[in-house]
């Protein structure tokens, strides 16, 4: 017999990316940002490490929101740190839905959402998309009525569209959040700019930020959300005491500060993006138009698998991802690959082994 919740017994969990441990690897495979982050990172860590750890971090991240809120616009009692935006992710489903519940998402996407939703015993639902990485309203509509919360994450992955802020108002749920998850947003051609918030249903708008990709912090867990004061005030009711570490709190504080260095990364990924997703088509395949530090690219042929295995062959990992349960086209169910964009000689050698792969 077990002694699990019902929900952790039925449900499989979360499988993230591969992580080999030995060297030698081209890793494109969990959008990590290839490029290191600020050296103003590694001094404030330092600092903060020559410091006081023997004493509790600052609870709410003072020093890190005021940074912040020069950078997004907004003052600081409107951000709230988290121990990445997959914390922030949890907090917010935790403190929105209950087992009656609904929690919705697009489908195919970000799928701990789901597993967010199971674990929260809450009910949930996939907001279908077309082939084409939209929705059909006449389709959604209900479902979005019976919302609670709905998790948006924009751009989207694996595909790396990005949906205009029109178009995402019309997902904000009629007595409930939307959710809008920008892990992204740094890598969009436009700047993000939270409109949202300031709308009509800016109350029911939360936006989170991550700094696994764009600043380079993957190893260090930190992300933040935005939202009007009062929904920041009921979420800091759910969080950890001290859910922020001091070195974590420090490299996110430098790394926001030093704005120049993480936009000439994302500048140099963008340009690199544009290289592979022309190469990719070249090499007969089908590439969505990404947004990310990422492309969604599948082939005609249908041999996803053998491919992403015949690069693994070769010590190069991309993410293959399978949809089973989504047939855009007859007979033949969602699959791809989705390739993080490395550095340049990081995607010729990519490039090169595709060429005697395909």
Not at 48 to 59: I, M, R, S
Not at 293 to 299: G, Y
Not at 328 to 337: I, V
Request: aromatic share 10%; charged share 25%; with cysteine.
């Amino acid at each position: 017999m077990s002694l699990f919740r019902p929900e952790i017994d039925r449900i499989a969990g979360y499988v993230p990316g591969e992580q080999p441990q030995d060297a030698g690897w081209t890793k494109l495979n969990t959008n990590e940002n290839p490029y290191p982050p600020s050296p103003r990172v590694v001094e404030a860590v330092t600092a903060a490490a020559q410091g006081k750890l023997n004493l509790y971090p600052d609870p709410l991240g003072t020093k890190f929101r005021k940074a912040a809120a020069e950078v997004v616009g907004f003052d600081p009692d409107w951000i709230l740190p988290g121990n990445g935006s997959d914390e922030i992710l949890t907090i917010l489903t935790r403190s929105f839905a209950g087992p009656t519940d609904m929690i919705a998402y697009p489908y195919p996407s970000y799928i701990l959402y789901e597993t967010l939703s199971d674990l929260q015993g809450a009910k949930h639902e996939r907001l279908l998309l077309e082939p084409d990485w939209s929705w059909n309203f006449d389709k959604i509509g209900d479902q979005i009525a019976r919302s609670k919360l709905i998790f948006v994450p924009n751009p989207n992955s694996p595909s790396g569209n990005r949906w205009t802020w029109d178009y995402l108002l019309s997902l904000t749920p009629p007595r409930g959040m939307l959710v809008l998850d920008e892990a992204y947003g740094d890598f969009c051609d436009a700047p993000h700019r939270g409109e949202l918030l300031n709308s009509d249903v800016g109350k029911q708008v939360v936006i989170t930020r991550t700094f696994s990709k764009s600043y380079s912090l993957a190893g260090v867990r930190f992300g933040f959300a935005i939202a009007h004061p009062d929904v920041i005030g009921g979420l800091r009711k759910m969080k950890d005491s001290y859910n922020c570490d001091s070195l974590s709190l420090a490299a996110a504080t430098a790394a926001i500060e030093d704005q120049d260095w993480m936009q000439q990364n994302t500048a140099r990924i963008r340009t690199t993006r544009e290289r592979l997703s022309a190469a990719l088509t070249e090499l007969g395949f089908n590439v969505v138009p990404s947004q990310t530090n990422f492309v969604w690219a599948t082939h005609p042929t249908g041999e996803h698998r053998l491919q992403y295995e015949a690069l693994k062959m070769r010590k190069i990992l991309v993410r293959y991802m399978s949809f089973p349960d989504v047939d855009w086209a007859a007979g033949h169910k969602l699959d791809g690959l989705r390739i993080t964009v490395g550095t340049d000689p990081e995607i010729d050698r990519l490039l090169a082994a595709l060429k005697e792969i395909v």
